[in-house]
């Protein structure tokens, strides 16, 4: 199964593994899954460590190299990605979240994410 990863689980699995939930290491960690990111994360986390976010505290860079390094497959974003944002509902305001849904939707692949707010949206999102 391809899995995209939300950014917080990325941060996690990258550094901090031990606050990953535990359905969520699991998936993670069976080699049948496929995992992904999106550009969008990273361009999430250089914008909001820019601002002194504590939660996104992160070199961009080591974590890009990283997730390369451990497999992970780089989703880039296209204009049909964007395109599809329009028609999400409108249930959470950020941005990054909304072009992840967006992306997994159009992909048809399953996005984790531990924000219930964004497991709301009808698609391929799963809460972990």
């Known amino acids: 199964m391809k ?6 689980l990325l ?3 990258a550094a901090d593994a031990e606050r990953l939930p535990a359905h969520a290491r699991r998936l993670i960690g069976d080699m049948d899954n496929q995992l992904m990111f ?3 994360s990273l361009w999430e986390v250089a914008i909001k460590s820019g601002l002194g ?3 996104f505290q992160a070199d961009v860079r080591v974590l890009r190299r990283g997730l390369l390094d451990n497999s ?8 049909d990605h964007v ?15 909304r072009i992840l849904v967006a992306q997994a939707t159009v992909e048809g692949i399953t996005l984790l994410t531990c924000d219930p707010v964004v497991a709301r949206y009808p698609g391929p999102v799963r809460k972990v």
């Open 83 to 97: 395109v599809a944002v329009e028609s999400l509902p409108p249930i959470h305001k950020d941005p990054f979240d």
């Open 72 to 79: 992970y497959s780089e989703l880039p974003i296209g204009s």
């Open 38 to 40: 999106s550009a969008a």
């Open 53 to 55: 976010r504590k939660d």
């Open 3 to 8: 899995l995209l990863l939300d950014t917080h």
């Open 11 to 13: 941060l996690w699995a």
